[in-house]
């Protein structure tokens, strides 16, 4: 019996059984084939996704990733190349032998209990230096003794961790009875890999909490690459206030609703998912749902909105800094990454309780000085996140990790001597 949960994963049986003396499977290449995997600088690069099935939040920093090592090879579980951006298929990507199951590109979550087994049979023994880009499965592939893993970690898999019974929660009977069943196991296994790890990198010190919560691991924090100059500044007063995401439970849309409802103050939602009906059903006239909406949209909307309203708890919060990069404040709940990215009330404000009254009261206060605040200068700071910043600040990690990689290897073998 398989889980079948959302594109942002799902439990997978551990198994305890798949270990590092197995012998590695071939993985399936889907680029034009090479002889060896590429060098720089004498080292072999690989670059590991627990899957390649759109371009979100992940796989951005799997783009920069690749500008920064252009030569080095991809490896995920499964991938859809019509999906992917020219920068990841211009590169070799490596799938498991999940990739050759039909359906798995469109219902790789169904495939998750077999997961473990796949990223582990992913031959990577060719490689020196090994970048895993970890929310799903990514860390637990086993590298050679003397290759250098750093893992970039957007989060420790919520699904079994901090989130488990709100996603149990939304299965059925028997995904719960398998929920319940898989989850200590994959636990297990998700700690023992992250002793795989050379050293963890955090995309915000909301997740380096729980990175040592879950893994017991020190982390360094470097904040994801944010596109800000796809993003034009707005100009004059706004227009509406704006909520923008998937319509899901977590993300507490409804609180942004029943704000201005009760207040009646113009709201545009732009987004879906399993709770638009409820919240549609709550709004009251001042509130317009767009639905999903290409970038462009969502582009003019975040330059002509008043302030972006984020009722919700995110690792990181790309959007906040798109508002940003936009001239727009954001007025947020003060809890996970947007508190590292909306740090000053020239460029917004926080609600300390994730409740309708608390996010009403900051609005007053925001149209209390809205009027002091300046586009231009909350666009210059949105920049401090761009993917200029990421690649220069991830380049210094890396490069300085290496370094200290090739000393100390050097070190142990002249005291072999």
């Not at 889980?3 to 798949?18: M, R």
């Not at 004498?42 to 990733?65: C, F, P, Q, S, T």
């Not at 992917?84 to 199951?101: C, G």
């Not at 002091?372 to 996140?385: E, K, L």
Request: with cysteine; hydrophobic share 40%; proline share 6%.
């Amino acid at each position: 019996m398989t889980l079948d949960l959302t594109a942002d994963g799902a439990p997978a049986q551990d198994l305890a059984g798949a270990s590092s003396a197995r012998q590695p499977a071939p993985s399936h290449s889907m680029a034009p084939s090479s002889t060896a995997p590429r060098r720089r600088g004498g080292r072999r690069v690989a670059i590991v996704h627990y899957w390649l099935v759109a371009m979100r939040g992940g796989e951005k920093v799997v783009e920069e990733l690749c500008r920064m090592y252009p030569e080095a090879d991809i490896f995920t579980l499964v991938c859809d190349r019509d999906k992917l951006s020219d920068t990841l298929k211009r590169h070799e990507i490596r799938t498991s032998f999940l990739q050759r199951i039909p359906g798995a590109r469109k219902h790789y979550t169904k495939f998750l209990p077999l997961m473990p087994f796949a990223l582990e049979h992913l031959d990577l023994q060719d490689y020196d230096l090994v970048i895993s880009s970890e929310s799903g499965p990514a860390k637990g592939i086993i590298t050679r003794p003397d290759a250098l893993h750093i893992c970039y970690c957007h989060s420790p898999m919520r699904y079994i961790w901090d989130q488990f019974h709100l996603y149990r929660q939304e299965l059925g009977f028997a995904g719960r009875m398998m929920m319940t069943l898989a989850g200590p196991p994959l636990r297990a296994w998700d700690v023992t890999t992250s002793a795989r790890v050379d050293a963890f990198v955090a995309n915000s010190a909301h997740v380096g909490r729980r990175i040592r919560r879950f893994y017991n691991r020190d982390s360094s924090v470097i904040h994801p690459p944010v596109a800000v100059d796809d993003f034009v500044q707005g100009s004059g007063p706004g227009e509406f206030y704006l909520y923008a995401g998937q319509l899901t439970a977590y993300k507490r849309a409804d609180i942004a609703v029943k704000a201005c409802s009760e207040s009646r103050r113009p709201l545009v939602v732009i987004g879906e998912g399993e709770q638009t009906e409820r919240l549609k059903a709550m709004a009251g006239p001042t509130v317009t749902f767009l639905g999903r909406q290409p970038f462009d949209v969502l582009k003019d909307h975040l330059s002509r909105c008043k302030a972006l309203l984020f009722p919700g708890v995110e690792d990181f919060g790309i959007l906040p800094v798109e508002a940003m990069a936009s001239g727009r404040p954001v007025i947020a709940y003060a809890e996970g990454g947007v508190c590292e990215t909306v740090t000053s009330p020239d460029v917004g404000l926080w609600f300390q309780e994730q409740t309708t009254e608390s996010l009403l009261g900051a609005l007053s206060d925001f149209e209390s000085i809205e009027h002091r605040m300046d586009p231009a200068t909350i666009r210059r700071h949105a920049q401090s996140f761009s993917t200029d910043v990421f690649r220069r600040t991830m380049g210094d990690f890396i490069e300085t990790r290496w370094a200290r990689h090739v000393a100390g290897s050097s070190a142990g073998h002249g005291a072999g001597a």
